[in-house]
């Protein structure tokens, strides 16, 4: 019976041993299928700043279309179907309180209508009642933060007279602002066919928005408290539905500083997010993602990717050092030339304003540019990289010789013979012209100086022969002040060299030859002291001697005239 379990045993180890790899491949196969997460069609879809040569690339990620810009230049940093279609749901509200800001004082206070129960029911909303009056600053705060419908509603009606004339108002403003696919039918974003617009338009949007301080304030606030109205007993307090503001949420970044967030189950979720980060301020768009948690890591993602890869060229108010009188290298005539056209004393570029985003490793000698606007002499520089546009520089250039009034071929007159093409090359229109008008008014000069010549000869010869004195005295100046500059240049440079030349000869030198030296020095030093007050010494005995002489003239002067006194009295006296 033993030998039979024993049989038993070693065959069911043999089975087990034979099925453990088959057991194996099957459950890891089993765990493959349930941990394999399906991959959306979108995850593929280009990544148009990836294809710019010299760009950082970008992350891969599920968002339909993304972008991210610096808010300061414009810059694109990156884009993922930037312009394609798309629904915005909730973030179509940036637009809504951007317009109720810009055209309403928010201390005004508004009154409710039915229109606040024309959303879908099941909507975002804060149960605000027909006839309900609410402050127009509540009203921002609760369209941004709670995201409330209803409140959207009727800050449109009350802005433009109904819904539909308020989407007409945000139409216009997205056309205002360079929105290339968009068209609002509503102030909250519930799904409509006809509500739509893409990642750059959303951009240009917030960027828009962002640039209003009101605007700043209220997308920043993580808390907000809408105290009773007259027809609600109980304040209405909520939080920012963002949760990169909210410093308690997984999601949370330091560098947020607000957004919006937008979901219908049309739309899936959107996303617009605001960053600042060692002087960068950018702006982060996700447009249909399926889930708040991937809308949230996908937009940390790009915006920390253009934050790591892109640095900024921020200057303002820059100014030419060297005038047209130092690049000319006119000093060698001195102060006279300045008088000769006061035109030498401009610099070539006054106030400069530089806003550039560039990537990591590039440089400001890898851009291009093209004058996209010029007012006078005030012109705006758009910058390039690789054909990617980067930011602009505007500033004020001046022109050595301004001749005549032509225009630039963008049609804007301006005071000066170039005109600048787009590609930057500076061209000469209406030159022949000028160069007519200038022959002719030689010939009338010329005629008229030998006319006044012919009969005022005396003066003219009078008046040239002064000329020539003034500029034999000119040329003589000039002279003089070259050969003056040319001897003291010489001269400071035979003293650089005997320095240069003296510095070598002690580099040389050993310690004990160092102190040698000092030692002489000191030596002819003192000598030196010693000679001097020797010197002194001898002029002050001289100066003493040189006075006891004079006492002794002056006391022998003296004698002589008392003695020949005393004989002119002896002689009196006998001829009495």
């Known amino acids: ?9 070693a065959l069911l180890a043999l089975c087990l041993l034979l099925l453990a790899p088959s057991v194996y491949i099957l459950a890891e196969e089993s765990q493959e299928e349930e941990t394999e997460e399906e991959i959306p069609e979108s995850w593929y879809y280009t990544i148009e700043s990836n294809e710019i040569e010299g760009w950082p ?15 300061d230049t414009g810059t694109i940093l990156y884009s993922k179907q930037a312009t394609e279609k798309q629904y915005p749901a909730s973030i179509t509200k940036i637009m809504t309180t ?6 309403c004082d928010l201390d005004e206070t508004i009154t409710f209508t039915e229109v606040v129960y024309d959303i879908e029911s099941g909507s975002t909303h804060l149960g605000i009642q027909p006839g309900e009056e609410m402050t127009l600053r509540d009203c921002a705060y609760g369209i941004m933060l709670a995201s409330a419908n209803d409140i959207a509603n009727g800050v449109a009606e009350y802005i433009a007279g109904s819904v539909s004339a308020f989407a007409d108002m945000m139409n216009e403003k997205a056309e205002e602002l360079g929105c290339v696919n968009t068209h609002f039918s509503n102030p909250h974003g519930l799904y409509s066919d006809d509500h739509y617009t893409c990642a750059y338009d959303m951009a240009l949007i917030a960027q828009a928005a962002y640039a209003n301080e009101t605007f700043r304030e209220i997308v920043g606030t993580t808390e907000y408290i809408i105290p009773e109205t007259n027809l609600s007993g109980e304040a209405r307090s909520f939080l920012n539905h963002h949760k990169m503001l909210q410093s308690d949420s997984e999601y949370y970044q330091d ?8 979901y219908t189950s049309q739309c899936l979720n959107t996303l617009v997010t605001y960053g600042s980060k060692d ?3 950018l702006v982060s768009v996700i447009l249909r993602v399926n889930g708040a948690g991937k809308a949230y890591a996908e937009s940390t993602e790009i915006l920390e990717y253009g934050f790591e890869n892109f640095y900024t060229k921020n200057y303002d108010n820059i100014s030419s050092k060297a005038t047209f009188y130092d690049i000319m290298d006119l000093m060698y005539v001195g102060t006279a030339s300045r008088l000769l056209s006061p035109v030498w004393q401009r610099v070539p570029l006054e106030n400069c304003s530089v806003k550039i985003m560039l990537p990591n490793t590039a440089s400001m000698e890898d851009l291009t540019y093209t004058i996209t606007e010029a007012n006078g002499s005030t012109k705006t520089f758009s910058y390039e ?45 209406g030159l022949d012209e000028v160069l007519e008008q200038a022959a002719g008014f030689l010939d009338e000069g010329y005629q008229i100086i030998t006319d006044y010549a012919a009969n005022h000869l005396m003066i003219v010869i009078a008046g040239g022969a ?5 500029l034999a005295v000119l040329i003589s100046v000039l002279i003089f002040r070259a050969t003056a500059d040319a001897r003291i240049r010489r001269r400071r440079r035979l003293e650089d060299e005997e320095r240069k030349k003296r510095e070598e000869e002690i580099e040389k030198m050993t310690t004990a030859e160092i102190e040698a030296e000092l030692r002489e020095v000191m030596e002819q030093e003192r000598l030196r002291k010693e000679q001097e007050e020797f010197a002194a010494a001898e002029a002050e005995r001289a100066a003493r001697e040189a006075e006891e002489m004079e006492w002794k003239e002056h006391e022998t002067e003296r004698l002589i005239e008392e003695l020949e006194q005393e004989r002119q009295a002896r002689i009196s006296e006998k001829n009495r």
């Open 1 to 9: 019976m033993k030998r039979w379990k024993s049989v038993l045993s």
């Open 57 to 71: 690339e970008g992350p891969q990620i599920e968002a339909a279309s993304a972008i991210v810009m610096d808010l």
């Open 98 to 103: 951007l317009l109720l800001i810009e055209n």
């Open 255 to 262: 560098w947020c500083t607000g957004g919006k967030t937008g």
């Open 279 to 281: 002087g960068m301020n």
């Open 385 to 429: 990289y690789n054909g990617q546009p980067v930011g602009t520089a505007t500033g004020k250039l001046n022109t050595l010789f301004v001749p005549a009034r032509t225009k630039y071929s963008l049609g804007t007159d301006i005071s000066s013979t170039e005109e600048v093409s787009s590609e930057g090359k500076i061209q000469f229109e």
């Open 466 to 470: 002064a000329l020539l004195i003034v």
